[in-house]
């Protein structure tokens, strides 16, 4: 997947050369990559594959809603840049296109974003949208509108209907709302993926290895990610091309913090040695308990042998 970075007229490549073709394109903020979501990205990925053009996902950098102020407010993002990044790649799309979003972007008709941007810049000779699919400034743009636009400007336009999951409407939204009551499981259901919480290993007070379960300490690059409700997670973790099982706690660690701010820290199972600025993708698989202050350092050691145990339904 190539990635190429638009910002006020400039093109940004990771090295490779990036000009005008045919393409299939879908746009949108794409926050978690979720089901609903993959539908859209499927649906581009077979119709470029039928014409022989590139499929392009042209996607927001930072969330519009951080810049313009809709009322609703900045939602806590299912997927940081390079966790997004990282899922559409993982989708294999051919080019992955951030758009810089600033004020200046914002101002910029819909009638410009398709002309001067998608077709101009980029080569869109088809657009796959989702069934409640909104663009320019002000989301006035809606599927009518870009449809005109197609008929004068020479490309099609295919609109992907609503997609649900047991009578429920795929959303970040709901995917969210899951998340901070911690039911995980639910929320990879929507999603298409387990939850992803990244970030780079940090030193901690070591305190975990005292404990005999030596845990990494995660720092997230952005606190704009949404982190679900407290607790101890099971988890995914690939290091060195080798795929573990990690517990995650997330929260204040009340035993041995008593109300810090929230860290996220996990015991990865098999491993030894230093992680120590190396960036880690853990993926959430299930919430295993709450966060809860024990008596004793010891009596909190007991809890984690009885958690390691639970663990193992999760080893490969």
């Known amino acids: 997947m190539q990635v190429v970075r638009y910002h006020n007229g400039t093109l940004a490549t990771d090295g490779c050369p990036f000009a005008p073709a045919p393409s299939v394109v879908t746009v949108g903020s794409y926050d978690g990559v979720h089901m609903g979501h993959r539908k859209i990205i499927a649906r581009m990925q077979e119709s470029a594959r039928e014409q022989g053009w590139r499929s392009v996902v042209v996607t927001f950098d930072p969330h519009p809603r951080k810049v313009v102020k809709d009322g609703e407010g900045v939602p806590g993002l299912l997927t940081l840049p390079e966790e997004k990044e990282r899922l559409l790649g993982e989708l294999g799309i051919d080019i992955l296109f951030v758009i810089s979003f600033d004020e200046e972007f914002a101002r910029r008709s819909s009638e410009w974003f398709i002309d001067e941007l998608l077709v101009a810049v980029i080569g869109a000779r088809r657009m796959v949208i989702g069934y409640d699919h909104g663009f320019g400034s002000g989301r006035k743009g809606s599927r009518e509108t870009l449809k005109a636009m197609a008929e004068r400007d020479g490309f099609t336009v295919e609109v992907v209907e609503e997609v649900r999951l047991q009578s429920q409407h795929f959303s970040s939204t709901r995917i969210r709302s899951l ?3 911690g039911r995980v499981r639910e929320a990879n259901l929507f999603l298409g993926a387990s939850y992803m919480v990244s970030g780079e290993v940090v030193h901690g007070r070591a305190l975990g290895r005292k404990l005999g379960f030596p845990t990494v300490n995660l ?16 988890s ?33 199972l098999g491993h030894e040695g230093d992680l120590y600025g190396r960036n880690l993708v853990f993926r959430l698989l299930e919430r295993l308990r709450d966060e809860e202050r024990f008596p004793s350092l010891e009596a909190l050691r007991a809890q984690l042998e009885e958690d390691k145990k639970m663990m193992e339904k999760f080893r490969k």
């Open 179 to 181: 998340l901070s009551e």
């Open 219 to 234: 720092a997230l690059s952005s606190q704009e990610k949404l982190l679900p409700k407290s607790g101890v997670y099971a």
């Open 236 to 268: 995914l973790v690939e290091v060195d091309g080798v795929e573990r099982v990690a517990m995650m706690n997330i929260g204040q660690r009340p035993t041995l913090d008593d109300g810090r701010p929230v860290t996220i820290e996990a015991h990865i």
